[in-house]
């Protein structure tokens, strides 16, 4: 089962996150296998980090529960909050088989929230500047609750409109590059 994690930075956490950086890159060795992306998200300047994304294939929701709570960031305070859904990998790859590679152009993550009827399951047209797209899901997979993508993109508006935004009760936009050791 995969699973999308993002764990929101609280504000006034930055010397913590970093004193924690070796702890937490240590933790995720441990995810190496099982891991389809992460990295942090960052201000609009990308000067600093506001969160971190882990899209992860675990046995089960319990298994995910621990992956996100028990990381040391999250249990030193780092983060004010975390999003954990299931989710499904429409493009069937990882992060690291990107074609655009781990560093050319901008990064996104684009998180659509919702409820209701499902939108955007079917892969846009271009999908060349997609890096991971899938479903946001309930813990049984049955119910929608939104999209979640990792897009390379010329701005946020740009990749903004990898859905359809109407569609969502909000969509927020974060800058976001390929994390874990290089």
């Known amino acids: 089962m995969e699973f999308f994690c993002y764990h929101r930075d609280r504000p006034g956490s930055l010397a913590l996150r970093d004193e924690l950086l070796h702890d937490h890159w240590s933790y995720m060795d441990q995810y ?8 942090p998200t960052l201000t609009a300047d990308g000067e600093e980090p506001t969160g971190s994304v882990h899209i992860v294939d675990l046995p089960d929701p319990a298994a995910a529960r621990a992956f996100a709570f028990d990381e040391p960031g999250y249990q030193a305070g780092v983060y004010q909050d975390v999003l954990l859904r299931r989710w499904r990998n429409i493009l069937g790859r990882t992060m690291w088989d990107f074609p655009g590679g781990r560093t050319d152009g901008d990064r ?3 998180l659509g929230l919702g409820a209701g009827e499902a939108v955007d399951l079917e892969l846009p047209r271009d999908t060349g500047e997609l890096i991971a797209y899938g479903p946001l899901l309930s813990d049984d997979g049955t119910a929608w609750l939104g999209t979640a993508a990792l897009v390379r993109a010329p701005d946020a508006d740009a990749a903004r ?8 009760a909000t969509v927020e936009v974060h800058r976001w590059q390929f994390g874990g050791r290089s």
């Not at 190496?32 to 990295?39: D, N, P, Y």
């Not at 409109?161 to 969502?168: F, G, P």
């Open 108 to 110: 996104f993550l684009v």
């Open 32 to 39: 190496a296998k099982e891991l389809i992306a992460r990295g």
């Open 161 to 168: 409109a990898v859905l359809t935004v109407d569609r969502y």
